[in-house]
Nanobody
Framework: QVQLVESGGGLVQAGGSLRLSCAASGSIFSLDDMGWYRQAPGKEREVVASITNIHTTTYTDSVKGRFTISRDSAKATVYLQMNSLKPEDTAVYYC???????????????WGQGTQVTVSS
């Protein structure tokens, strides 16, 4: 069984920084794209950033230049460095990974439990 465990959320003042981590464990034949999503109260979940297994990255416009996604494939871990945080970045952040658990399985989506990020003004 595959698990994604997140860490690094918290409360920070506007302009501050946080670093989120998400480690995948369990039965992993191949680990493909990884990413971070967020969901603010009353809003739909949105993609924040993603990274492929060849380290190609994409970002939603509102975080470009402030957030950096990276991964350590050997550790099956993805990171999100968040700088110059704004109150509108406040949300629950979820890690996502596209994984084939076994050689015979298709690629599946896995999610972390979510970590709260709160940015005070």
């Amino acid at each position: 069984q595959v698990q994604l465990v997140e860490s690094g959320g918290g409360l920070v003042q506007a302009g501050g920084s946080l670093r989120l981590s998400c480690a995948a464990s369990g039965s992993i034949f191949s680990l493909d794209d990884m990413g971070w999503y967020r969901q603010a109260p009353g809003k739909e979940r949105e993609v924040v950033a993603s990274i492929t297994n060849i380290h190609t990255t994409t970002y939603t416009d509102s975080v470009k230049g402030r957030f950096t996604i990276s991964r350590d494939s050997a550790k099956a871990t993805v990171y999100l460095q968040m700088n110059s945080l704004k109150p509108e970045d406040t949300a629950v952040y979820y890690c996502n990974a596209k994984i084939r658990p076994y050689i015979s399985s298709r690629r599946l989506d896995y999610w972390g439990q979510g970590t709260q990020v709160t940015v005070s003004s």
